[in-house]
C-alpha cells in the first residue's frame, strides 16, 4: 500500500485565492483525520470523518474552511479565501474503524499564503 | 475534558544519555496509548503503542514505554540515545469506541548532541 497521500506537497497562494488540499486514505480505512500544524499552536485537529461523514468539526477555525469526503477514498480540506495566518502543514491521516486504531499519516502539505 | 500533557518541551541530550518523555492523559474510559515520533521535516510516524496487556512496550529504534493506569501516564523511555532520534516526539490516547478520535500531546522536540 502506497500509504495516505495528499497533494499538492507544498502550495504557495496570495491572501484571498482559494485553496484545496487534497487526500488520499490508506484502502480499508474509513476514519480520516485532518490536522494542521504550526510552531505556535502544534498539532491540531480540524475534523474527522468516520465513513465519509463528519463526526467533529469542531476544530475547523472558522467558516473559511470546509472538509468534504464524497467517497471512501478521496477527501478535499478547501480555504477560501485563505489568509496569511492558514500558513501551516496540513496532515491528512486514516485509520482503519474497530475504535482504538493508529492513525497513520501523509507527508502534509506545507501551506503558504503570501 | 480529554486531554493529553507531556512533561518537558524541549529536551537536550549528549548521545548515550538515557531518555525519559513524560506523558500524562485525561480522559472518561478505556484507551489505547501511542507515541508518534516526526523528524525534521517528515510526517508523524508510530513509534509504539499500547492497546492491553503487559504494560511494558517496545516499539521501533530501541524505544519502549510504560503504561501506569494509576498514574494515567505512558512515559516513554531509551537507554542510550543517538545523533539520529533528534526530532520531536508526540503521546497521544485515543478511546476504545468507534468514534473515538486522537488526541495528541503538545509534543516534545528533543535534540540529541553528537
Known amino acids: 500500500d502506497a500509504g495516505v497521500i495528499q497533494s499538492p506537497r507544498h502550495e504557495v497562494t496570495e491572501m484571498g485565492q482559494e485553496v484545496t488540499l487534497r487526500c488520499k486514505p490508506i484502502?480499508?480505512?474509513?476514519?480520516l483525520f485532518w490536522y494542521r500544524q504550526t510552531m505556535m499552536r502544534g498539532l491540531e485537529l480540524l475534523i474527522y470523518?468516520?465513513?465519509?461523514?463528519?463526526?467533529?468539526d469542531s476544530g475547523m477555525p472558522e467558516d473559511r474552511f470546509s472538509a468534504k469526503m464524497p467517497n471512501a477514498s478521496f477527501s478535499t480540506l478547501k480555504i477560501q479565501p485563505s489568509e496569511p495566518r492558514d500558513s501551516a502543514v496540513y496532515f491528512c491521516?486514516?485509520?482503519?474503524?474497530?475504535?482504538?486504531?493508529?492513525?497513520?499519516f501523509g507527508q502534509g502539505t506545507r501551506l503558504t499564503v503570501v | 475534558a480529554q486531554s493529553v500533557s507531556q512533561h518537558n518541551h524541549h529536551v537536550i541530550l549528549s548521545e548515550a544519555a538515557s531518555l525519559e518523555l513524560g506523558c500524562n492523559y485525561s480522559y472518561g474510559g478505556t484507551v489505547n496509548l501511542f507515541w508518534y515520533v516526526q523528524y525534521p521535516g517528515q510526517h508523524l510516524q508510530l513509534l509504539l503503542k499500547?492497546?492491553?496487556?503487559?504494560?511494558l512496550v517496545k516499539g521501533i529504534k530501541g524505544f519502549e514505554a510504560e503504561f501506569i493506569k494509576s498514574k494515567f501516564s505512558f512515559n516513554l523511555r531509551k537507554p542510550s540515545v543517538q545523533w539520529s532520534d533528534t526530532a520531536e516526539y508526540f503521546c497521544a490516547v485515543i478511546g476504545k469506541t468507534s468514534y473515538d478520535k486522537v488526541i495528541f500531546g503538545p509534543g516534545t522536540s528533543l535534540s540529541v548532541i553528537p
Open positions: 470523518f468516520n465513513n465519509n461523514v463528519p463526526i467533529d
Open positions: 499500547y492497546f492491553s496487556g503487559d504494560p
Open positions: 484502502s480499508g480505512h474509513n476514519s
Open positions: 491521516a486514516s485509520s482503519s474503524t474497530g475504535g482504538g486504531t493508529e492513525a497513520f
